[in-house]
């Protein structure tokens, strides 16, 4: 009994290379200890789209409101950070879905073939959105502004070139494409429509106002470029 050699403590167990199986392969510690991608990287990914939602929606905001003291200082203020309360209110909406989706089923988000796929479209999405709205405010510079205008500006012209060329208010298809983009992101079933139908009902009162200006400050210019050019939004009719 006194030939077996002494058991080495637990701890320095620990620290010892894994046993080596036939072959050069070495067993997986008991336990599941080592399940680095198996268990924690579904969790990582989960954490990395909420991530990636949030850095979306500061690197929007405030983007926003570099571009208003940058180029627009007569329609600056805190306004121009695009925090409306029924925006707060439909992303706080986004939040809660996500986490009753983390409670009630947190394996319906598990990493896997599909829903890797869809994030992957959903930051597509946010990222050609976001392209496309700063692209338009570039294109356009002091002709965009936050809020409707309802006198024309001295210096205020139309704007045909750049993103504008591609399509009628890029800015907004952007934040369209954007503000869904981020739902489909975080693999919100209900709140990638929502945001959809919200999108259009604003963005439809949107256009026929600010349409309805733009005519009457450049008239057939406005015309021309409007017959021409489409918005590529599905927008209700008026």
Known sequence: ???????????????????????????????????????????????????????????????????????????????????SPPYAVAMALAVAEEAVWAWAAPGLKASGTVTDAVAAVGLGMVVMGELLRKGALLSARGNFTHTIQHTRRKGHVLVTSGFYRLCRHPGYLGWWIWAVGTQVLLLNPACSVLFHLLSRQFFSARVQAEEALLLRFFGQAFEEYADCTPHYMPLRRA
């Open 1 to 83: 009994s006194h030939d077996r050699p002494p058991r080495a403590p637990r701890a320095a167990a620990a620290l010892l290379p894994p046993r080596q199986k036939p072959g050069g392969l070495a067993e997986r510690p008991p336990g599941g200890a080592g399940r680095g991608r198996g268990g924690g990287g579904r969790m990582g990914l989960a954490g990395a789209r909420r991530w990636a939602f949030a850095g979306a929606l500061g690197a929007f905001h405030t983007s926003e409101l570099a571009y208003a003291a940058a180029f627009t200082s007569h329609d600056f203020g805190w306004h121009s950070l695009l925090l």
